[in-house]
T-cell receptor
Framework: AQRVTQPEKLLSVFKGAPVELKCNYS??????LFWYVQYSRQRLQLLLR??SRESIKGFTADLNKGETSFHLKKPFAQEEDSAMYYC?????????FGKGTRLHILP | DTGVSQDPRHKITKRGQNVTFRCDPI?????LYWYRQTLGQGPEFLTY????????KSRLLSDRFSAERPKGSFSTLEIQRTEQGDSAMYLC????????????FGPGTRLTVL
């Protein structure tokens, strides 16, 4: 079954410290993966997709097919990074979302 | 065009009542999706349209749920005989199509069934 697992409900990190939000997936075939973000009182929006290999707001994510992972990383956390982060797997014509991880940046 | 819009933003209803939500997608997008999100969960797919055709429905979409997109523009999601378990955030998203898989989300309609 196609599935996305985010093992952490909440991640608290001090400002300036590195961030890693974990995501593992189950998919038969070559997956395409996204990270979506939802800031407080804002709508869900795409943060980045693995296929574009870009860094958005200092975040990067590498697809590791051997470990079936797509962890989101940032070397130095900023207070404005506090948000809900969802790992997402496009499958057929829909998106399968993980349960999300709330990232809380401590001052 | 300010993006995907949804109306109402909040709806409180009594168990057994019918409710209808509306979604207006980004104007040039031919695909429109409905998701449901409950507390502590990510969005879960309900159904989607390509233009006016409803192409897939999740098993989550019981017989009490019906969605339409009559002219291939806005869509409505109706829930008949609401139950307390229907309380959730209902999200609408739109996209340009298969080649660009990014979906743009609306602000959601929060439904509370008393």
């Amino acid at each position: 079954a196609q599935r996305v697992t985010q093992p952490e409900k909440l991640l608290s990190v001090f400002k300036g410290a590195p961030v890693e939000l974990k995501c593992n997936y189950s998919y038969s075939g070559s997956p395409e993966l996204f990270w979506y973000v939802q800031y407080s009182r804002q709508r869900l929006q795409l943060l980045l997709r693995h296929i574009s290999r870009e860094s958005i707001k200092g975040f990067t994510a590498d697809l590791n097919k051997g470990e079936t992972s797509f962890h989101l990383k940032k070397p130095f956390a900023q207070e404005e990074d506090s948000a809900m982060y969802y790992c997402a797997l496009p499958s057929d014509d829909k998106i399968i979302f993980g349960k999300g991880t709330r990232l809380h940046i401590l001052p | 065009d300010t993006g995907v819009s949804q109306d109402p933003r909040h709806k409180i209803t009594k168990r057994g009542q019918n409710v209808t939500f509306r979604c207006d997608p980004i104007s040039e997008h031919n695909r429109l999706y409905w998701y449901r999100q409950t507390l502590g969960q990510g969005p879960e797919f309900l159904t989607y349209f390509q233009n006016e055709a409803q192409l897939e429905k999740s098993r989550l979409l019981s017989d009490r749920f019906s969605a339409e997109r009559p002219k291939g523009s806005f869509s409505t999601l109706e829930i008949q005989r609401t139950e307390q378990g229907d309380s959730a955030m209902y999200l609408c998203a739109s996209s340009l199509g298969v080649r660009n898989r990014e979906q743009f989300f609306g602000p959601g309609t929060r439904l509370t069934v008393l």
